[in-house]
C-alpha cells in the first residue's frame, strides 16, 4: 500500500462539537478530509502532516481550493515538521 504525505491545510469548526480538517498533498491537487469531535480531538493531537493511503485521497475539483490549498501546504511545510502538533 502506498502512502502520500499530506499536510494541514484547513481546521474547520462546525455545530455539535465537530471539527473538520483537511489535509492536502503539497501540489494541492489531493486531499482527504476528516470529521473528528472536539473531545477526541483533546485526546488526539492534531500535527501538520498525515501520510495517507493513496486509495483514500481524493481530488480537489475546484482550483480556488487547489491553489489555496497548495500555497498553505507550503506555508505549514515551512514552519512545521510532520509530527508537530498544530
Do not use: H
Amino acid at each position: 500500500m502506498s502512502e502520500t504525505r499530506c499536510w494541514l491545510v484547513e481546521r474547520e469548526y462546525g455545530t455539535k462539537g465537530l471539527v473538520t480538517l483537511v489535509y492536502a498533498t503539497p501540489d494541492g491537487e489531493r486531499q482527504q478530509t476528516r470529521q473528528r469531535s472536539s473531545a477526541m480531538l483533546r485526546n488526539k493531537a492534531v500535527t501538520a502532516a498525515v501520510d495517507v493511503a493513496e486509495e483514500d485521497l481524493e481530488p480537489v475539483r475546484d482550483d480556488a481550493d487547489r491553489e489555496r490549498y497548495a500555497r498553505e501546504a507550503e506555508r505549514v511545510m515551512e514552519q512545521y515538521d510532520p509530527g508537530d502538533e498544530i
